[in-house]
Structure formats: structure tokens, C-alpha cells
């Protein structure tokens, strides 16, 4: 009967599916580098892009679509000229001016509040769902990519993040993958939120710098309410030392789990020039920093 057991549990193991969120306090900390990195490095996953304002793991991964499907990420008003009596009080009601004097509505401006449409004394404004972006499946040579397009001055990207974040975990239900890499988005509003949300495992990335640290530290306080204890590597060390040594204290004193340094490389960027990983283009001090995080974070999901 325990050997069942001990089968089963094995079982289930193999059945867990980790997701790795890669998030920083600020832009331009070298997320999407390291996630690339961590790409190149790890077996039997799945890759998403959830930095979904400002996605550009894509130029890296240089993906193959596959599969392609609009993103609904609300409603917009539309007005029917026909019924239209043009009394006005759309006009009088609408908080953001997007009903012009000549009875037209500019969509970028609409928030799709209906309130337009709910005092509208002949029905003329009904709401309609608006394209907000689309969703990717695609190929790589290092396996499959959910990724996703917000479109110009198109909100709801926390809620794009959680369609990614699903199809993700679908397609590795799908082919049984145990591991998810999300490259998250910077800072600690609504798409942070959404790519922390069950969340098995996250890695700060931060820099030092005043801002740096200021924002890391937020975003530390922003994991722990999803009660998950982040891990933190400090990119770009060497361009400060004593605020490095900083974080380093800061993550001793508040218990959480330092995994490494990277330094200064000017090979990152033209590894991203070239459409490469920094392990694909290089194999100095970065990319052995990398594979020693990459190790750590192996031990600490248990893959």
C-alpha cells in the first residue's frame, strides 16, 4: 500500500505545473534578458511574454505563429446616426469627451462606461466589444511561446496578462510540460498583479540603483501578500558595489532568498541585436552567472 502511495505521489509531481514569473520594481533592469537566458537553459517548458504594455521577448524568441485570436478586452459605445435624435444628453453626460458636438464618438477616447447608452432617450447608443489586442501561440527553437499584442491606447492589459497566463497553462496541460517561464512586467500595478496571482515561484531582478532598490522593495512586499517569498538577483552590480552590498542586506535581513550577481556585459545588447540569448552569443561572466541562478532556481521548484 505505501509503495501505491509513494507511485501516486510521483505521479503528481510530474503532473505539477511550476510558473516562474521573472518581474522587476522598474523598467530596464534586464528581465527580458534573463528570461531569454533561462530559455536556453531549461527543459520541458513553456515560454509567455505577460509584459504585455511593452512586449519584446518576441524579438529575441523570433517566433513562428502558429495560432492567432483577437483580445476583447471590453466594450466601446457605438451610435446609430439613424436613431439619433440629437437631443444632446450624451453629450451633457459623457465624463471623457468622447461625444463631439457633430454626434460622433472617437473611440480612443470612450471607456466604455455605458452611460452614454443607458440614458440615451431613444436607444441610439448601443455597447459593442472592442478589439483590444491579440493573443500568439507560437514555435521557437526553444519550444512553445504564448505571447500577446496590446493595441495603440487599448487598456485591460491585467486582464490580457491572465488570457496569456491561461492558454499558457492550457498548452502545458496539453503536452505535459512542468514549467512555465513568464517574463512579467515591470513595476506593481494591475499586469503585475495578474502575473502574480498563483504564482509558483518569482524572481526579482533589480539594479543598483536608488530607484532601484526603492522599487525592488516594493515589489518584495507586493510578492508577499501573494504569499510566495521571492527570490532576488542583482543585475548590473559592479556599476555600484556598496548599493549591491545594499540589497544583498536588505534581502538577509528580510528573509528572502538572494540567488546572485550579474555584471555589466555589453554583450547583452548585441546579443539582442543579433536575435540571440546572452548563453547562445556569449560564454564570458554573464552567462555562467546566469546558469549558477538558472541552478538555484532548478533546486527551488524541484524540476
Given at each position: 500500500?505505501?509503495?501505491?502511495?509513494?507511485?501516486?505521489?510521483?505521479?503528481?509531481?510530474?503532473?505539477?505545473?511550476?510558473?516562474?514569473?521573472?518581474?522587476?520594481?522598474?523598467?530596464?533592469?534586464?528581465?527580458?534578458t534573463i528570461v531569454s537566458a533561462f530559455a536556453s537553459l531549461a527543459k520541458n517548458k513553456i515560454m509567455a511574454d505577460c509584459d504585455v504594455d511593452a512586449a519584446?521577448?518576441?524579438?529575441?524568441?523570433?517566433?513562428?505563429i502558429r495560432h492567432r485570436e483577437n483580445f476583447i478586452g471590453g466594450t466601446r459605445a457605438v451610435l446609430n446616426q439613424d436613431k439619433c435624435i440629437k437631443c444632446g444628453k450624451c453629450i451633457e453626460l459623457c465624463r471623457f469627451d468622447a461625444i463631439k458636438d457633430d454626434f460622433c464618438i472617437e473611440e480612443p477616447y470612450c471607456e466604455g462606461c455605458s452611460v452614454c447608452s443607458y440614458f440615451c432617450p431613444v436607444?441610439?447608443?448601443?455597447?459593442?466589444?472592442?478589439?483590444?489586442?491579440?493573443?500568439?501561440?507560437?514555435?521557437?527553437?526553444?519550444?512553445?511561446?504564448?505571447?500577446?499584442?496590446?493595441?495603440?491606447?487599448?487598456?485591460?492589459?491585467?486582464?490580457l496578462v491572465t488570457e496569456v497566463?491561461?492558454?499558457?497553462?492550457?498548452?502545458?496541460?496539453?503536452?505535459?510540460?512542468?514549467?512555465?517561464?513568464?517574463?512579467?512586467?515591470?513595476?506593481?500595478?494591475c499586469p503585475v498583479i495578474a502575473s502574480l496571482a498563483g504564482a509558483t515561484s518569482v524572481l526579482i531582478v533589480t539594479e543598483p540603483t536608488l530607484s532601484g532598490i526603492h522599487d525592488m522593495k516594493r515589489v518584495v512586499e507586493l510578492s508577499k501578500n501573494f504569499s510566495i517569498n521571492p527570490s532576488v538577483c542583482i543585475n548590473?552590480?559592479?556599476?555600484?558595489?556598496?548599493l549591491s552590498k545594499k540589497i544583498e542586506d536588505y534581502c538577509m535581513k528580510n528573509s528572502v532568498d538572494f540567488y546572485g550577481r550579474l555584471p555589466y556585459d555589453e554583450?547583452?545588447?548585441?546579443?539582442?541585436?543579433?536575435?540571440?540569448?546572452?548563453?547562445?552569443?556569449?560564454?564570458?561572466?554573464?552567462?555562467?552567472?546566469?546558469?549558477?541562478?538558472?541552478?538555484?532556481?532548478?533546486?527551488?521548484?524541484?524540476?
Open positions: 500500500m505505501e509503495e501505491k502511495d509513494t507511485d501516486i505521489e510521483k505521479e503528481e509531481d510530474m503532473s505539477k505545473i511550476n510558473e516562474l514569473i521573472v518581474i522587476s520594481g522598474k523598467g530596464g533592469t534586464g528581465k527580458t519584446d521577448l518576441h524579438l529575441i524568441m523570433n517566433p513562428e436607444k441610439a447608443i448601443t455597447m459593442e466589444d472592442s478589439i483590444s489586442g491579440e493573443i500568439f501561440i507560437s514555435d521557437t527553437r526553444f519550444g512553445p511561446f504564448v505571447h500577446a499584442k496590446l493595441g495603440i491606447a487599448q487598456e485591460n492589459s491585467g486582464k497566463r491561461k492558454k499558457a497553462k492550457k498548452l502545458a496541460e496539453e503536452n505535459k510540460f512542468n514549467l512555465i517561464i513568464i517574463d512579467g512586467s515591470p513595476g506593481t500595478g548590473k552590480y559592479d556599476i555600484n558595489i556598496e554583450n547583452t545588447t548585441k546579443a539582442m541585436v543579433a536575435r540571440k540569448t546572452i548563453i547562445e552569443y556569449s560564454s564570458g561572466e554573464f552567462s555562467n552567472s546566469i546558469k549558477g541562478i538558472w541552478i538555484k532556481l532548478e533546486e527551488k521548484l524541484e524540476i
